[in-house]
């Protein structure tokens, strides 16, 4: 069974850091590229930051590129997001998902975690 | 960037009835290669994470029961929901992953009377 585990959210201040991390198991972690989704509360989906299986290509929503990084580590079969000056905006559900491939086509997103809560205030 | 644009925000229906929920992109998402478009259809329930439904415009994801139905080309998109039951209570997101950055819908909260 597909499972995806985040964890590492939290209260934290404006400015600061935080690194979230998405345990992976029931597949072959290092055959899918990944990504981090966010729902601040009562809103919808924002897609954060997108990396390959291998770390080749990394992509970032321009709300987030230049303070967060996506990373990973398929050894561990863990995705990290490495969050820094942290603003209230950035409060949300974090959700890991995996890019899913039928038949060679991106199909989307066939799997997300629970999530992990950020919420970022003084 | 792909703009989405979802309508309605939000609709009631009775049980029974058909919804249709629409998706507009800024952007053609269909594929000049492989002739698809790259859009995803998606349900989340009250306090549970999003759940595919419908990939590549048109094709349901396995389980997803024949009532959902999804339609449309290029920049037009549409997801069908015949006899709507109370289990389908949720709000619906449409998502393209035609380019990066990806982009969602802002979503459609569905009541039931």
């Known amino acids: 069974e597909v499972q995806l585990v985040e964890s590492g959210g939290g209260l934290v201040q404006p400015g600061r850091s935080l690194k979230l991390s998405c345990v992976a198991s029931g597949f072959t972690f290092s055959n899918y590229g990944m990504n981090w989704i966010r729902q601040a509360p009562g809103k919808g989906l924002e897609w954060v930051a997108y990396?390959?299986?291998?770390?080749?290509?990394?992509y970032y929503a321009e709300t987030v590129k230049g303070r967060f990084t996506i990373s990973r580590d398929n050894a561990k079969n863990t995705l990290y997001l490495q969050m820094t000056s942290l603003r209230s905006e950035d409060t949300a559900l974090y959700y890991c998902?995996?890019?899913?491939?039928?038949?060679?086509?991106?199909?989307?997103?066939?799997?997300w975690g629970q999530g992990t809560l950020v919420t970022v205030s003084s | 960037d792909i703009v989405m644009t979802q309508s309605p925000s939000s609709l009631a229906v009775s049980a029974g009835e058909t919804v249709t929920i629409n998706c507009k992109s800024s952007q053609s998402l269909l594929s000049s290669g492989n002739q698809k478009n790259y859009l995803a259809w998606y349900q989340q329930k009250p306090g549970q994470s999003p759940k595919l439904l419908i990939y590549l415009a048109s094709t349901r994801e396995s389980g997803v029961p024949d009532r959902f139905i999804g339609s449309g080309s290029g920049t037009d998109f549409t997801l069908t929901i015949s006899s709507v039951q109370a289990e389908d209570l949720a709000d619906y997101y449409c998502q393209q992953h035609y380019s990066y950055p990806l982009t969602f819908g802002s979503g459609t909260k569905l009541e039931i009377k």
């Open positions: 990396i390959s299986s291998g770390s080749s290509y990394i």
């Open positions: 998902a995996r890019r899913d491939v039928y038949y060679g086509l991106s199909v989307g997103f066939a799997y």
